[in-house]
C-alpha cells in the first residue's frame, strides 16, 4: 500500500518556507527523506515520511483534523473531486449506519482521520468541512458558481418549496442555493461524473430528495418528459460541438429548430421543455448571446411567445470567464394559448458589485411580476420595454441599450453635486499625501515573516474561514467580506445557514483576502463586525505591532510575490510576507504615514469614479442638447 506523495514545492507550502529552505534541508540533513518518485528535476517525497521528519524539527504547524486529511485527501487521490466522493461516501454510510463502502487502497490510511473528523462533526458536518476545503479556488479547481450569484438566480427563479433542475450542476452549487432556499425536491446532472457523484452526495447527506445523474443533458437526457417548478442553470459556454446534428428534429426546440452556432440557446430551450407552464428558468448566459444575428430568430420567438421575461447584464467577475460582464436570462413556460405579455424587462446592474445591487436586481423583477402591466422603469438601471419595441431588425436584447437615460433637471441637480463633490475630494489630496524624505543610508532593517511574528506572539493569525455568506438580509450581525475588503466599503454580508464559526473583528485587528488580484490590508476601525470566508485575520498583540504599521508593510510588492502563487487571481500564504523589525514608537510614527497613505488612495480612488461619472453626464447633457458651454470660457 503506497502513502501518498508531495512535491518540494507541495512542502515549502507545508511548512511555509520558500522553495529554497526545502534545497537547503535535502542538503544539510542527511536524515532528509529520500525521494520515492518523480524524476530527478522534480523529485516526489512520501507525505508521511515528509510530515514526519518535519514535525520532529519544529517546522510542522498542528493542523486541525479537517486541515490534515484534506491535505492528505488531495494528495492521495487522482483528483480532489474523486477523493472527496470516496471519503463521502464512506461517511454517507455511517450515517445511514450501514457498512461502509469500499474504497481505493490509497486512501485506506486516511480512514483513522475520517472517523476522527465524523466523531468531532457527524457525517454530514465532516463533509461539509471537506466540501469547504474543495470548493476553495486554486489551480486544478473548476470554476464553481459563486453562492452569492447562485442565490440571486434561485432567488429570481423563485423556487419556494418548489422543485428545481439544474442540467448543467457541476458540484452542486445552484443545488445547494435551492436548498437553502427551501426546496422539497432537486435534480442535476452533470457531464463531469465525479462532480455529478459529489453533488448527489452533498444531497443525500443532507437528506435533501432527488438525484444527480452523469452524463451530456442535450444528447442523454436524464430526465425527458419530467416537469419541475424551475430549472436554474450555469451552462457551459460556447461549445462547438454540442449534438446539433443529431438533435435538428429534438422535440424539446419548442420555439424552433436551435442554429449550430447558439449552443446557448439550446440550453435555454432544454430548460423551458423542463419547466411545468408557469413555471421558472434562470440561465447564466454571455453577453453575447443578447445581440448575436444567428439567434434573432429564436430570441424573436421565445419574445413573441412569453416565455423570455427578463435579461439582466451582471457587474463584471461575477463567475467564470471574470473578464466578462455575464447576463442572466429569466423566462417563464407560457402557455400556448395564453395571450403573451406585451413588455419584458431589461436590468442594467453591470456598474456595481454584485452584493450591492442582487437586492435591488430582485426587488425590480418582483416589481415588474407582479405589476399589471409590467411597467417598470428606473433611469439607467432597469426598464419594461414593450416587446414590439425589442422585435425590431436586430432582436436586440442588451439592457444597456434599452435604458432611459436620466434627463432634464434630475441629470443637472446630478451633475452639479457630482462636480461639488469631485472638487472637495480633489482639493483635499495635498493635506492628505504623507510628507516623506529618503533615508540618508538607503534602505535598512531586518525583517520577519508573519508566520515568525505568530511564534513570537507578536501577533496571533486566524483563519482563513471557508465559512458561507449571503446577501445582505434584513437583520443579524454585518459579516466583513473579501469585496467589502477590496473596496474599502462597509460590512455588506449576512450570517445565514452556511455561516460556520462566527469571529468577530475588534478595532485594531487587521484582515487580508485570501485570494485577490492584488494583496490587500485593511485595518478595522470599528466594532460590530464578523469576520468573512476567504479572509486572514492577524490580531497584533498591541504592546509588540502597531496595527498601520503591519498593514502598509503586508502590501509591499515585495510581499506580493514573496507571499503568492503565480495565476491571473493571485493566492496569498499571508504566513510568508515580511515585516519589517523597528521599535513600537518608530512603528507608530510608521503607521502614521501609512494611516495618511491609505486615506489619500481612498480619496484617488473616489475621485477616479466620480471624474469618470461627470465627463459622462456632461457629455450626455451636451449631446441631448440639456447642457449648453459657456460662452465667457474658452
Given at each position: 500500500m503506497?502513502n501518498?506523495t508531495?512535491?518540494?514545492?507541495?512542502?515549502?507550502?507545508l511548512?511555509g518556507?520558500?522553495r529554497?529552505a526545502?534545497s537547503n534541508?535535502?542538503k544539510?540533513h542527511?536524515?532528509?527523506?529520500?525521494?520515492?518518485g518523480?524524476?530527478t528535476a522534480?523529485?516526489?517525497f512520501d507525505?508521511?515520511q515528509v510530515?514526519?521528519?518535519?514535525?520532529?524539527?519544529?517546522?510542522?504547524?498542528?493542523?486541525?483534523?479537517?486541515d490534515?486529511?484534506?491535505?492528505?485527501?488531495?494528495?492521495a487521490s487522482?483528483s480532489p473531486a474523486a477523493?472527496?466522493?470516496?471519503?463521502?461516501?464512506?461517511?454517507l454510510?455511517?450515517q445511514?449506519?450501514?457498512?461502509?463502502?469500499?474504497?481505493?487502497?490509497?486512501l485506506?490510511?486516511l480512514?483513522?482521520?475520517?472517523d476522527?473528523l465524523?466523531d468531532?462533526?457527524?457525517?454530514?458536518g465532516?463533509?461539509?468541512?471537506?466540501w469547504q476545503?474543495?470548493?476553495?479556488p486554486?489551480?486544478g479547481?473548476?470554476?464553481?458558481t459563486?453562492d452569492?450569484?447562485?442565490?440571486?438566480?434561485?432567488?429570481?427563479?423563485?423556487?419556494?418549496?418548489?422543485?428545481?433542475?439544474?442540467?448543467?450542476?457541476g458540484s452542486?452549487a445552484?443545488l445547494?442555493?435551492?436548498a437553502?432556499?427551501?426546496s422539497?425536491?432537486m435534480y442535476g446532472?452533470e457531464l463531469?461524473?465525479?462532480?455529478?457523484?459529489?453533488?448527489?452526495?452533498?444531497?443525500?447527506?443532507?437528506?435533501v430528495p432527488?438525484?444527480?445523474?452523469g452524463?451530456?443533458?442535450?444528447?442523454?437526457?436524464?430526465?425527458a418528459g419530467?416537469?419541475?417548478d424551475?430549472?436554474?442553470?450555469?451552462?457551459?459556454?460556447?461549445a462547438?460541438?454540442?449534438g446539433d446534428?443529431?438533435?435538428?428534429?429534438d422535440?424539446?426546440?419548442i420555439?424552433?429548430t436551435?442554429?449550430?452556432t447558439?449552443?446557448e440557446?439550446?440550453?435555454?430551450?432544454?430548460?423551458l421543455?423542463?419547466v411545468?407552464?408557469?413555471?421558472?428558468?434562470?440561465?447564466?448566459m454571455?453577453p453575447?448571446?443578447?445581440?448575436r444575428?444567428?439567434g434573432k430568430?429564436?430570441?424573436?420567438e421565445?419574445l413573441?411567445?412569453?416565455h423570455?421575461?427578463?435579461?439582466?447584464?451582471?457587474?463584471p467577475?461575477?463567475?467564470a470567464?471574470?473578464?466578462?460582464p455575464?447576463?442572466?436570462?429569466?423566462?417563464?413556460?407560457?402557455?400556448?394559448d395564453?395571450?403573451p405579455p406585451?413588455r419584458?424587462?431589461?436590468i442594467?446592474?453591470a456598474?456595481g458589485?454584485?452584493?450591492?445591487t442582487?437586492p435591488?436586481?430582485?426587488?425590480a423583477?418582483?416589481a415588474?411580476?407582479?405589476?399589471p402591466?409590467?411597467?417598470?422603469?428606473e433611469?439607467?438601471?432597469a426598464r419594461?420595454?414593450?416587446?414590439?419595441?425589442?422585435?425590431?431588425?436586430e432582436?436586440?436584447l442588451?439592457?444597456?441599450?434599452r435604458?432611459?437615460?436620466?434627463?432634464?433637471?434630475?441629470?443637472?441637480?446630478?451633475?452639479v453635486?457630482?462636480r461639488?463633490?469631485?472638487?472637495?475630494?480633489v482639493g483635499?489630496?495635498?493635506?492628505?499625501l504623507?510628507q516623506?524624505?529618503?533615508a540618508?543610508?538607503?534602505?535598512?532593517?531586518?525583517?520577519?515573516?508573519?508566520?515568525?511574528?505568530?511564534?513570537?506572539?507578536?501577533?496571533h493569525?486566524?483563519g482563513?474561514i471557508?465559512?458561507?455568506?449571503?446577501?445582505p438580509?434584513?437583520?443579524?450581525?454585518?459579516?466583513l467580506t473579501?469585496?467589502d475588503?477590496?473596496a474599502?466599503?462597509?460590512a455588506s454580508?449576512?450570517?445565514?445557514?452556511?455561516f460556520?464559526?462566527?469571529i468577530?473583528?475588534?478595532?485594531?485587528?487587521?484582515?487580508?483576502?485570501?485570494?485577490?488580484?492584488?494583496?490587500?490590508?485593511?485595518?478595522?476601525?470599528?466594532?460590530?463586525?464578523?469576520?468573512?470566508?476567504?479572509?486572514?485575520?492577524?490580531?497584533?498583540n498591541?504592546?509588540?505591532?502597531?496595527?498601520?504599521?503591519?498593514?502598509?508593510q503586508?502590501r509591499?510588492?515585495?510581499?506580493?510575490k514573496q507571499?503568492?502563487?503565480?495565476?491571473?487571481?493571485?493566492?496569498f500564504d499571508?504566513?510568508?510576507?515580511q515585516?519589517r523589525?523597528l521599535?513600537l514608537d518608530e512603528q507608530?510614527?510608521h503607521?502614521?504615514?501609512?494611516?495618511?497613505?491609505?486615506?489619500?488612495?481612498?480619496?484617488?480612488?473616489?475621485?477616479?469614479?466620480?471624474?469618470?461619472?461627470?465627463?459622462?453626464?456632461?457629455?450626455?447633457?451636451l449631446a441631448?442638447?440639456?447642457?449648453?458651454?459657456?460662452?465667457?470660457?474658452?
Open positions: 503506497e501518498p508531495i512535491t518540494a514545492a507541495e512542502i515549502a507550502r511548512a518556507v520558500g529554497a526545502v534541508w535535502r544539510r542527511p536524515d532528509f527523506p529520500a525521494p520515492v518523480g524524476t522534480s523529485p516526489e507525505l508521511i510530515e514526519q521528519w518535519l514535525r520532529t524539527l519544529g517546522k510542522l504547524p498542528e493542523l486541525a483534523t479537517a490534515r486529511l484534506w491535505r492528505h485527501l488531495a494528495a487522482d477523493g472527496l466522493a470516496a471519503v463521502g461516501a464512506q461517511l454510510a455511517r445511514r449506519g450501514s457498512r461502509s463502502a469500499s474504497i481505493d487502497a490509497q485506506t490510511p480512514l483513522p482521520d475520517v476522527a465524523a468531532e462533526l457527524g457525517p454530514q465532516a463533509f461539509d468541512e471537506l476545503r474543495f470548493s476553495a486554486g489551480p479547481r473548476p470554476f464553481a459563486p452569492d450569484l447562485a442565490d440571486l438566480m434561485i432567488g429570481l427563479a423563485n423556487v419556494g418549496g418548489g422543485s428545481v433542475l439544474d442540467p448543467a450542476a452542486g445552484i445547494r442555493a435551492a437553502r432556499a427551501g422539497t425536491s446532472q463531469d461524473d465525479e462532480l455529478a457523484r459529489l453533488a448527489g452526495l452533498w444531497l443525500a447527506l443532507h437528506d432527488g438525484e444527480v445523474n452524463g451530456d443533458s442535450l444528447r442523454a437526457d436524464a430526465f419530467r416537469a419541475v424551475a430549472v436554474v442553470c450555469h451552462p457551459p459556454f460556447g462547438t460541438n454540442w446534428e443529431e438533435l435538428g428534429h422535440p424539446r426546440w420555439v424552433g436551435t442554429p449550430r447558439e449552443p440557446l439550446a440550453w435555454v430551450q432544454h430548460a421543455a423542463h411545468r407552464v408557469g413555471g421558472h428558468a434562470v440561465l447564466l454571455p453575447t448571446v443578447a445581440s444575428r444567428a430568430r429564436i430570441r424573436g421565445l413573441r411567445r412569453g423570455l421575461r427578463a435579461v439582466i447584464a451582471l457587474p467577475g461575477v463567475a470567464p471574470h473578464g466578462v455575464l447576463h442572466l436570462w429569466v423566462l417563464r413556460r407560457a402557455a400556448t395564453a395571450p406585451a419584458a424587462l431589461l442594467d446592474a456598474g458589485e454584485l452584493a450591492d442582487a435591488r436586481v430582485l426587488a423583477w418582483r415588474f411580476a407582479t405589476a402591466n409590467g411597467d417598470v422603469e433611469a439607467g438601471f419594461a420595454v414593450p416587446v414590439i419595441e425589442l422585435l425590431d431588425e432582436v436586440d442588451t439592457p444597456a441599450r435604458q432611459p437615460a436620466v434627463v432634464g433637471e434630475a441629470s443637472g441637480e446630478h451633475l453635486r457630482t461639488e463633490r469631485l472638487a472637495a475630494i483635499e489630496l495635498p493635506a492628505l504623507p516623506v524624505t529618503p540618508p543610508d538607503g534602505p535598512d532593517g531586518l525583517f520577519l515573516t508573519v508566520g515568525e511574528l505568530a511564534k513570537t506572539g507578536a501577533l493569525l486566524i482563513p471557508r465559512a458561507g455568506t449571503s446577501t438580509a434584513p437583520d443579524g450581525p454585518l459579516v473579501v469585496q475588503v477590496l474599502g466599503a462597509e454580508g449576512r450570517v445565514d445557514d452556511r460556520g464559526q462566527e468577530p473583528l475588534a478595532v485594531g485587528d487587521v484582515v487580508v483576502p485570501m485570494i485577490a488580484r492584488q494583496l490587500t490590508a485593511r485595518v478595522v476601525t470599528t466594532e460590530g463586525m464578523l469576520l468573512g470566508r476567504n479572509l486572514y485575520l492577524l490580531r497584533p498591541p504592546a509588540a505591532l502597531d496595527p498601520w504599521f503591519l498593514a502598509g503586508l509591499t510588492s515585495a510581499n506580493v507571499s503568492s502563487s503565480l495565476s491571473g487571481t493571485m493566492r499571508i504566513r510568508r510576507a515585516v523589525r521599535s507608530r510614527t503607521g502614521d504615514a501609512f494611516r495618511r497613505l491609505d486615506a489619500f488612495e481612498s480619496a484617488i480612488r473616489q475621485a477616479a469614479s466620480l471624474g469618470a461619472e461627470l465627463a459622462q453626464l456632461t457629455a450626455d447633457g441631448r442638447g440639456a447642457l449648453r458651454p459657456d460662452a465667457g470660457i474658452r
